[in-house]
Structures are given as C-alpha cells and as structure tokens.
C-alpha cells in the first residue's frame, strides 16, 4: 500500500523536525505501508526541509519514503512552479486546483459562496484549469481530481463530460490521478474522484495512485484499504508510484 499525499507541516501546524518527520514514519509503519510521500504545499515552501526527510528516513529501511511537493496551480505562474521545481530533485510533483480566478473555493469560508455559482459554469471553470495543469506537463500527478465538489454541490449535468477533456489532457501527457481519501471528511463524504470518475480514469488506462491528504500523523494511509478492493472490484491491476520523476509500478 502506498500513500503519496502526505503534508508534514500541515497548514505551518508543526515545523518540519525529525521528531515530528518519525510520528508520520511510525505510523506508515505500522499499518504496512510499503511507501509514503511528503508533498507539502508549494506556498510553505520556504519552512520545508526535503533533506531532513531522506536523513530521518535511512531510520526505517521497511520503508520507501519519496519526497515531493503539492503545487497549486494558476495558469500565470507557470514559470514560477516551473523554476521552483529545480530547486529539489523531486520524486514527484502534484499538480492541484485550489482556486478559480483568485477564489479558494475550498476554503471553510467558501462554502457559502458556492450556491451562488451556476454549477455546471463552476464545474466547467475548475475542469478547464485541470485541463490546464495536466497540459502544462510541470506534474506527474493531479490531486483530488474532482474537488470542486468538496461543499456538496453537484453540476446539473453529467459530471463524465464535464470532466472529458481534462481526462484526455491527462491520458495524453502522461500523468496519473490519485484517489484521495480525505473527501470522505469533507461535508461531500465521498472519496476524490468519485466512483464514475474512477471507472473512466480506469477504462482508459490512466494511471491510479493514492494518497490520504494526511495532514496529521495519525491520518496516514486512513481508509486506502477500501480504495484498493474498490479498484481490483472495477478490474484495475496496478497502482503507480515515482522515483526522481519516474514512474514505478506495483501490482494490486
């Protein structure tokens, strides 16, 4: 079991110490993970520290510990995300929409706001920038691909065709999609992407990873057991990882 969607500092919750690095480690542990993966967000960039993650993690030789960053993507900076990723020799980089035109429409103080939005325009608004982000090929990853619905509201129309050509975008350039797990937390209460996303990322052979978007210790690897017999149960057969940007495979 892997999960690449861990977030060591939180929110700037806790610094980025080896203390606080062996509570996250411990726990991957114990519940046999084979990999984790630290992506802190991009815009705490400056408190990160990716060496202390290889140093603390040659303590637990069980254990593939990768290295990787969650990138908020907005289409004007994609210099910036891209001179940024020299920075560190990343195992991977997740590419997230967190916002439309300067709204953080997942933030707490957003879910009012949702009712305000013709759906399917803020459906077609989010897909677009996914679109975006997997076309800009500055990532290996899209996170939570369908986290425009984290308040619970739903497009009138399919979310399937809503959602095709940023599929497309991402089976031609090459990236995968995680099943993130923490959708189930949000008032939504289901995984990212929902089952019928799933079921397409899946009849078009794009590749599958997971994360829990674990942003405490005790989160890590929360419910991916359920995501793995939902995925053999669809007839998927592997899961994907990275090392230095390169995709490893394992078997379900």
Known sequence: MIDLHVHLIGHQDRAATSDNLREFLNTASERGLKEIGFADHDHFFEELNFPLIKEVAAEYPELKVRVGLEVDYRPQEEDKIRERLTKFPFDYVIGSVHEIEGWMFDHPDAEALHSDYDPDELYRSYFKLVEQAARSRLFTTIGHLDLVKIFGVRPN????????????????????????????????????????????????????????????????????????????????????????????????
């Open 157 to 252: 129309s399919d979310v399937i065709k809503l959602a095709e050509k940023a599929i497309q975008e991402i089976n031609n350039n090459g990236l995968a999609v995680e099943i993130n797990t923490n959708g189930r937390y949000k008032p939504i209460r289901e995984f990212y992407p929902e089952m019928r996303l799933v079921e397409v990322l899946a009849a078009q052979n794009v590749p599958i990873t997971l994360g829990s978007d674990a942003h405490q210790a005790d989160v890590v690897g929360r419910d991916l057991t359920e995501v793995i017999s939902n995925l053999k149960g669809i007839g998927v057969k592997e899961l994907v990882s990275f090392e230095k940007l390169q995709t490893i495979k394992y078997m379900l």
